[in-house]
């Protein structure tokens, strides 16, 4: 006995950010919905997921199942700048590397 799945699959958000205690219990809740969803036509994705929630999915290898829409990017303007190039800075007085330059640990 085989059943048939609904050829008009859609996307629905599913929105996690409440989600704080991201564990296997949590996960198991999700993969019902995703699989009860999938019996009606529906293809759920996660929005918010935490860094943990998302690891746990990888780790359980449920991140294809249950997908995560992509975490926010930071606002222009804030963080690392491309393209600019690192500061040099210049050893202080009096310190100096010690070791035998023969020895690659030292």
Do not use: F
Request: net charge negative; hydrophobic share 40%.
């Amino acid at each position: 006995m085989t059943r048939e799945q609904p050829e008009d699959h859609h996307a629905e958000a599913l929105d996690v950010l409440d989600v704080w205690q991201a564990d296997l219990a949590a996960i198991e809740a999700l993969a019902r919905l995703q699989l009860q969803a999938g019996r009606h036509g529906v293809r759920l994705y996660l929005r918010g997921a935490s860094p943990r929630l998302r690891e746990l999915l990888v780790i359980t290898g449920l991140e294809a199942v249950l997908p995560c829409e992509p975490p926010d990017e930071p606002p222009p303007g804030l963080g690392v700048e491309a393209g600019r190039q690192a500061e040099e800075r210049k050893e202080p007085l009096g310190v100096e590397e010690e070791g035998d330059p023969g020895n690659p640990i030292a």
